[in-house]
């Protein structure tokens, strides 16, 4: 979808939460301002302030801000600076993706209690297929209500709701919602929905495109449905002028499909300042690598390629990669076949930002373990996996970054391993 963020909050009756929702068995669940609002209920001293969540650094970049902040211009995507420029009086803070995890697996399985038709896109939306749930639990609004009921008393979360005939029309609801609102768009009155929208309201339509249409006065989501299909392709091309056609129309017969899996976890860090010390970008690694073993271990999930990100100073993108003979969800596993990487690419100047992904993702459950000839039962996963329990405990910050990776290696009695 476009910046649809933008969308002003509903105001007609005709959409709303009392709205005719006959027909309307989808539904689009996005939290609000998700990684803010698990910060703030962690810690509830926090509680009605600006909180930004993201990168700290001066290259850091906003990854979530509480509606306090949002009040002063802070949005997600943009630079940490300018988000202190217009907030200095906000807390900011590191993210936790392993407390976001864990509260993203609670709402899922809320939903999941009510449908098995849930297709996450996020850790913090999701679309549901409500249609088999009417008998058990009435109306699609009823469910929608039901589900923001149990997520606020069951997580102390908000979240917005858009009931729809389609999953595009939905998510859109769902925005026109926030925060903490819900939604229904009549399946009679899509179009009287859609139209007065503007353009950048559709789904594919960025900045540049945007730009585009209002060049040849397309303004609005009605303006692009009424234009001919020829002018619609001259501002963005063949493919995607019959895709926005189509949309501008309320036209979109994708179904629910709760086959969809996330497939890579990754992590990544701009240095503040450009670096070329192996120690720093050693230590880096590591830390990179123990964020993603713990986004693998919170949603169950082993990785059978470990991938590498390299962005030079003058931006240049080199990404080298390498399949285990075994999936890991272990951090020191994927630091040591990372570290490999980069010292074989041993690229010998300055460093702007390096990452660390895991992809070909499967669920662990499913997914033997093996032992490596030779090795203990018991290592380096026992260690990160109680390193999790400590920071659920007692947060992140108590176990340090990477300090789990270059302590003294728990299956042999040797000096420490040291970054």
């Known amino acids: 979808m476009g910046r649809s963020q933008s969308l002003p909050r509903g105001g007609d009756p ?7 929702d006959a027909g309307c068995s989808i539904l689009h669940v996005d939290m609000d301002a998700f990684f803010a609002s698990v910060e703030v209920r962690h810690r509830p001293e926090l509680r009605g302030r600006a909180v930004v969540v993201g990168g700290v650094g001066a290259r850091g970049v906003v990854s979530s801000a509480s509606y306090e902040a949002r009040r002063y211009g802070v949005r997600s995507a943009m630079p940490t ?3 202190r420029a217009l907030c200095p009086h906000a807390v ?4 936790d993706f392993s407390r976001y995890s864990a509260a993203s697996r609670a709402v899922m399985q809320i939903f999941r209690d009510i449908t098995p038709l849930v297709e996450p896109l996020s850790l913090d939306e999701a679309f549901l297929d409500v249609a088999g749930a009417r008998r058990l639990f009435g109306p699609p609004a009823a469910i929608a209500r039901r589900i923001r009921e149990r997520v606020a008393a069951e997580q102390e979360l908000t979240c917005s709701v858009g009931v729809a005939s389609s999953k595009y029309v939905a998510k859109l609801g769902s925005t026109r919602a926030k925060p903490d ?3 229904v768009v009549p399946a009679a009155q899509v179009l009287d ?4 929208l503007p353009v950048a309201a559709l789904w594919g339509v960025g900045e540049r495109a945007e730009q585009n249409l209002l060049r040849l006065g397309l303004r609005t989501v009605g303006d692009l449905a009424q234009a001919p299909l020829g002018m619609v392709r001259t501002a963005v091309g063949a493919a995607a002028a019959g895709h926005l056609h189509e949309l ?3 036209r979109d017969p994708r179904r629910v499909s709760p086959e969809h899996a996330e497939k890579s976890v990754g992590a990544e860090v701009t240095f503040d300042v450009d670096v070329n010390d192996p120690t720093e970008i050693r230590r880096t690694l590591l830390a990179l690598a123990e964020k993603v073993g713990g986004r693998l271990r919170a949603g169950g999930l082993v990785g059978r390629t470990v991938s590498l990100k390299v962005r030079m100073a003058d931006f240049r993108t080199v990404s080298r990669s390498r399949t285990l003979d075994v999936p890991t969800d272990v951090a020191r596993e994927m630091f040591d076949t990372a570290w490999s990487l980069y010292t074989a690419l041993a690229p010998g100047e300055r460093i702007r930002l390096v990452g660390v992904r895991a992809e070909g993702l499967t669920p662990a459950d499913e997914t033997p373990r093996q032992l490596a000839l030779g090795a203990p039962e018991r290592g380096w996963r026992e260690a990160e996996v109680a390193a999790d329990a400590a920071a659920a405990r007692f947060g992140r910050s108590v176990i340090g970054p990477a300090s789990l990776l270059g302590g003294r290696d728990p299956r042999r009695n040797e000096n420490p391993t040291r970054p």
Not at 92 to 95: M, Q, R, S, W
Not at 193 to 196: G, R, S
């Open 92 to 95: 900011f803070l590191p993210p």
């Open 14 to 20: 005709r959409f709303g939460p009392d709205a005719d």
């Open 81 to 83: 600076m300018r988000a």
């Open 181 to 183: 609102g819900l939604l």
């Open 248 to 250: 501008a129309w309320g």
């Open 193 to 196: 929905f859609l139209h007065p």
